[in-house]
């Protein structure tokens, strides 16, 4: 199939955006993030999660003047598109954000970090069969956020399907994957926690819930919170005050017989930017 | 306490929880580098050598990112480098109960803060590499450090603080969430 201009024209557009959001990820944590992890520095008590802390911003000072990733694990993309009731949900779009994130792991440069499955055969650019994992939502304007997400704190992720009777189990659900997780993921943590939905919903929403600003905890977050730092895993599992900087919760309805509940875990470098795609 | 390598006994006065820089030659090394060094043998002086655990970013020559990864995974991979007299490991998150016994009167664990990549990149420079076949993030890369700023994990004599946190969480969360939540005698009756 022959390609049209206006395709071509958008797939390029896209495939800049992409790879102008990943670098701004990669390398600039976002100022809710940020000033997150000042404020638990500030409050720490612990003398070696203090210092723990402190490396935190100092590294994230140093990547910014180095024009360097924060992390080495610099993950794999994570992409949500919005799009315009204009533009034609077409295969241009995903090969448009597939040629960004190749050109980004060259031009930041990424770690190479897809691989085949069972063979473990690295592709070498990021991408690979079903990889990104691009989400579409319908927007006012074309918009790309990228969430380069690591896997030392994604494999401390869970996702449980509850009893509908056990909403207040939810609490102990979540303190309990961090339990399991000690300093493995790299806290201090930022948590998505996604109830309701269905098996795979929930853990969609897990992961949206981090793109949420941690700047903001309503009371149900701010238990959640308090369960996972009365813990005392503290950063890297050293122990201190600091283990979660927050929680988000996105929620669905679910079926009147189900309740699925998904953590997904985020390390400190809570990596996201959002471009618009001049067009 | 500074660390110079290669290392030798001054790693059994460490105690977990300690905080130490350690300048000199550490060698990375993998899931995949641990399984070759296994099949075809260490290709470096283990005698009082460093491993750190850690996938570097890798462009031109230069380092650009080397943060630590995730120490568990070489659980079961550890045990021949510290017979062959590989003094300590760098790494994050610690390790297993069997690692703390290898590590026993021999060598320390010790804990580089997870993510601190550009940190980490900043006090180090490339010196060589083996087995490159295995690409940029399992290969062994052959790093000088200056001054890395660690905190000792786990000691010679069994101590590991990833332990004792773990305990100590484990115990919070039985108080928080198992006890038993009847109300007590003056709440029923106000």
Redesign the interface.
Known sequence: MMANPADTMLSGALADATERALAEAEIRLPSDVLEALRRAAAAERDA?AR??LS??L???A??GE?Q???????GVPVIYLTLPPDIPFSPSLFEGVREGVRRATVTI?????VVDPLTRE?TGDNTGAGMPAVHVTPGDRLTVTVLPK?A?SE?ASRLGMLLPSQAAEI??FV??TM?LA???P?PPVILGVGIGGTFDMAAALAKEALLLPVDTMDDYEQELCD?VN??????????GDTTALAVKVKRADCHTASLPVAVNMQ???CRRATVEVKR | MNLTTPLGDEVLDLRAGDRVTLSGTIYTARDEAHLRMIAEGIPFDPKGAVVYHCGPVVQDGRLVVAGPTTSARMNALTGFLIDAGVRALIGKGGMGPEVVEQLRGRAVYLALTGGCAALAAARMHLAGVYFEDLGMAEAVWVIEADSLPLTVGIDAHGGDLFEAVRQKAKTQFHQRFNINRIPSHETRHR
């Open positions: 070696i210092q723990e490396n935190i100092e590294n994230i140093l990547a180095r360097v990733p924060i992390c080495q694990d610099t440069p990424l770690r190479p970090n690295n690591g030392g494999n609490p102990k303190a309990e339990l000690g300093g493995r790299c369960a009365a813990l005392g895993i503290g950063p890297m599992g050293l122990g390390c400190w470098a």
